[in-house]
């Protein structure tokens, strides 16, 4: 299994411009999630997903859209970026709570992103 | 204030060393406690859980709650340069249906060989 993934590893946007990220998890979770981690800052929560077509947001949503169209992909979008979404975005999945413990997040590897 | 306070360190440890690593929190509410270890340029991934108070061992890690002080700890013994990382408390808020974890700033530990 690979776990979450996501795409791309590394870009560099000028102001303005739109880009999405992609996440993939291959463990059948029902919840998926978006943050973002700055220094000082530790984990923001952008969005989240407690299952296919639906969405909500967290603690950091101003800038960002999201859709989960499939129950294994949750795509997140800038629309016009900006430079304080400079950042390293995650991505997370997990069981639903009432799944017995099931309160472990998977995190992906991340994405940095630089906007200029 | 933040619901979850961490230093953020850095700590540096001589290898064998016995470290401890700390949280407080403001929320009462808070039942699920965890701790996250992040290496370097990777996602966190999921170290040890708690629920409620008490302690809890793994190996060489020991996690400990004390909601009377709202303060969490993990305990690290003979510590090994592997060990070294990013560590972040996490913390279950309210609304648990919908798993929010509300996350510390994260401690950098380093551990000397």
């Known amino acids: 299994n690979a776990g979450v993934t996501q795409t791309p590893k590394f870009r560099v946007l000028k102001t303005g411009q739109s880009m999405t990220l992609l996440c993939a998890q291959d463990?059948?979770?029902?919840?998926m999630y978006w943050y973002r981690q700055d220094p000082g800052m530790g984990l923001r929560l952008i969005h989240y997903s407690v299952g296919e077509g639906t969405t909500a947001k967290g603690e950091v949503p101003d800038g960002y859209n999201v859709s989960r169209l499939k129950k294994q992909n949750f795509l997140l979008g800038l629309e016009s970026a900006a430079p304080s979404q400079t950042s390293v975005y995650f991505c997370?999945?997990?069981?639903?709570?009432?799944?017995?413990?099931?309160?472990?997040?998977?995190f992906g590897p991340g994405t940095r992103l630089t906007v200029t | 204030q933040k619901e979850v306070e961490q230093d953020p360190g850095p700590l540096s440890v001589p290898e064998g060393a016995i470290v401890s690593l700390n949280c407080t929190y403001s929320n009462s509410a808070f039942q699920y406690f965890m701790w996250y270890r992040q290496y370097s340029r990777k996602g966190p991934e999921l170290l040890m859980y708690t629920y409620s108070s008490g302690n809890k061992e793994d190996g060489r890690f020991t996690a400990q709650v004390d909601k009377s002080s709202k303060y969490i700890s993990l305990f690290i013994r003979d510590s090994q340069p592997s060990d070294s990382a990013t560590y972040l408390c996490?913390?279950?808020?309210?609304?648990?249906?919908?798993?929010?974890?509300?996350f510390g700033t994260g401690t950098l530990l380093a551990v000397q060989p």
């Open positions: 996490a913390m279950l808020g309210y609304g648990g249906a919908t798993n929010k974890l509300i």
């Open positions: 997370a999945s997990s069981y639903p709570p009432l799944a017995g413990w099931s309160y472990e997040q998977y």
């Open positions: 463990m059948n979770h029902e919840y």
